[in-house]
């Protein structure tokens, strides 16, 4: 073949005109992750960068927008109980996911209706094999 797909370097999701602070009281907020300087000329067009060691998470403008409702990235969280605890504590609709056992994966939306998978990173470790 001559060549690897050897990583992911970032998922970029969609927001509205206008949504940074939004963007910013979740991702960082909430989420934890860092805010990153977009360079130019993408600064200048709006929207946001935010990341965390290798998870980069990038949000860009789109005039006629609409919230990506099915296809979503999944983020592994180390003690994700303490998360799902503080965003309905946010009061920030925590969804469990169906397909997981419970306390190990959840969905929730950003501030945009975005969904976002939530995953035990303990449990995707130990049970990464019987995952689909």
Known sequence: MGFAVI???????AMP????????TFYSGVLGLAR???PEPM????GCWFGSGSVALHLGV???????????PALLVRNLGALTTLMAEAAIEVRPNPDQ???TGC?????FGNRIE?????WAGAGSATRG
Do not use: T
């Open 7 to 13: 990583g992911l370097d970032h998922v970029q999701l």
């Open 43 to 46: 600064a200048s067009r709006g």
């Open 101 to 103: 056992p419970p306390g």
């Open 17 to 24: 005109p206008g949504g940074e602070a939004a963007a910013e």
């Open 62 to 72: 789109e005039d006629e927008f609409r919230a990506a409702r099915k296809a979503h």
């Open 118 to 122: 939530l995953i035990d990173a303990d």
């Open 107 to 111: 969905y929730v939306d950003d501030p």
């Open 36 to 38: 990153l300087p977009k």
